[in-house]
């Protein structure tokens, strides 16, 4: 059975940083683009990044280019999300997901597994 966790949310406050963590078990994630998906309260589930299954392509949303890092350890079936200069914006339960093919993709429709999200907040 295919099975993401993600990790490593919490509360930080603005201007901090933190690392997500999505792990995988259950399946080999090593063929599969990977993506990290955020929805705040009251609004829709957004696409922030996702990389390839090489890790040699990947997307950023604008809102978070410059600022959001992602890679992966296909030996350990990871896929890490670096978060800087946080924002109260990002607050938010983050969410990894995977594709069924190498290539990213932005749209929430072409990922099919999904985890059961982790929080972020962001605040003073």
């Known amino acids: 059975q295919t099975q993401f966790v993600e990790s490593g949310g919490g509360l930080v406050q603005p201007g901090g940083s933190l690392r997500l963590s999505c792990s995988a078990s259950?399946?080999?994630?090593?063929?599969?683009?990977i993506g990290w998906f955020r929805q705040a309260p009251g609004k829709e589930r957004e696409g922030v990044s996702c990389?390839?299954?090489?890790?040699?392509?990947?997307y950023f949303a604008d809102s978070v280019k410059g600022r959001f890092a992602i890679s992966r350890d296909n030996a350990k079936n990871t896929v890490y999300l670096q978060m800087n200069s946080l924002k109260p914006e990002d607050t938010a339960v983050y969410y990894c997901?995977?594709?069924?093919?190498?290539?990213?993709?932005?749209?929430?429709?072409?990922?099919?597994?999904w985890g059961q999200g982790t929080q972020l907040t962001v605040s003073s």
């Open positions: 990389i390839s299954s090489t890790g040699d392509s990947t």
């Open positions: 997901a995977s594709r069924t093919i190498a290539i990213v993709s932005r749209a929430l429709s072409d990922y099919t597994h």
């Open positions: 259950g399946f080999t994630s090593e063929h599969s683009a």
